[in-house]
């Protein structure tokens, strides 16, 4: 049987550490972040977060469960920093827009702990709360179910996957993401039309393009999606009462004998 959930109040440290420190999972997960971001993932253990926190290492364990229950509150944590501060605007293309700029946002900005928590699932609140905001903003653009769940997936999974993506590039050691951003001027600008006729005619671009992140591109084609699809759903026949096609009543319209559409029997699609 798994352990009941203790809330952080009963859990906390009682005493100050040495350095005179009240321990609580929101000050561990920002020493996590911050031993990420200088260490890389490598340099995560409990022993070494216990000596940055000034605590025994088994202190840990009365706030998190285990390293991996770590990174998820770690995942939860970019996730929670991408939604401060935002608030819908009832408009669903800017309230999309933003949500998924944040999120990628979030996340590159701490590329060590991107790497390790983007393909993770928390079902923290920070994670139910963009879910909700997401699934929110679909349904309210009036979007049925299914199309909401389908898009849904394909704007989470694409934020993420770029936000992986980009900062897997972020974590390489300075030497190597400038050898790498280099190669589009040394070898492809340099590619003969004989051989590589497309290559060299993009040259020019991809060495101005393929140094930055693709995702506000990406983003901007997902929107355009939904666009059409919400467009589509907008044109469909709107059915009443025992599936009458609305369309087909036209109120003061007549018929070629004169009858009004009133007048005329309701038709059946």
Not at 11 to 35: C, F, H, N, Y
Not at 85 to 92: L, M, N, R
Not at 147 to 153: A, F, G, M, S
Not at 209 to 230: F, G, I, K, N, W
């Amino acid at each position: 049987m798994p352990k009941p959930v203790v809330s952080e109040e009963k859990r906390r440290r009682r005493r100050p550490t040495k350095s005179g420190t009240v321990l609580s999972e929101q000050l561990i997960v920002d020493t996590a972040l911050r031993m990420l971001r200088e260490h890389g993932s490598a340099g995560l253990t409990a022993r070494r977060l216990g000596l940055a926190l000034d605590a025994d290492p088994s202190t840990l364990y009365r706030y998190f469960r285990g390293m991996d229950e770590l990174t998820l509150a770690i995942g939860d944590a970019l996730v929670g920093q991408a939604l401060r501060g935002w608030k819908p605007t009832g408009e669903w293309r800017a309230d999309l827009r933003a949500i998924g700029l944040r999120i990628h946002a979030a996340y590159v900005a701490h590329p060590q702990a991107a790497q390790l928590t983007a393909s993770r699932v928390t079902g923290r609140a920070n994670e139910l709360a963009a879910d909700e905001a997401v699934l929110d903003v679909l349904r309210t653009a009036g979007l049925p179910l299914p199309d909401t769940v389908r898009i849904y997936h394909a704007f989470i999974d694409q934020t993420l996957a770029f936000a992986a993506l980009d900062a897997a590039s972020l974590a390489l050691p300075s030497a190597a993401l400038r050898a790498d951003e280099s190669m589009w001027r040394s070898t492809y600008a340099r590619l003969p039309r004989t051989t590589h006729p497309r290559i060299a005619e993009a040259a020019p671009l991809l060495a101005t393009r393929m140094v930055d992140s693709a995702y506000p591109t990406a983003l901007e084609m997902l929107l355009d999606s939904v666009a059409a699809q919400l467009s589509r759903v907008q044109q469909r026949p709107q059915r009443g009462a025992g599936g009458v096609d609305m369309r087909l009543r036209r109120v003061g319209a007549t018929s070629h004998d004169g009858a009004s559409a009133d007048q005329r029997p309701t038709q059946l699609s």
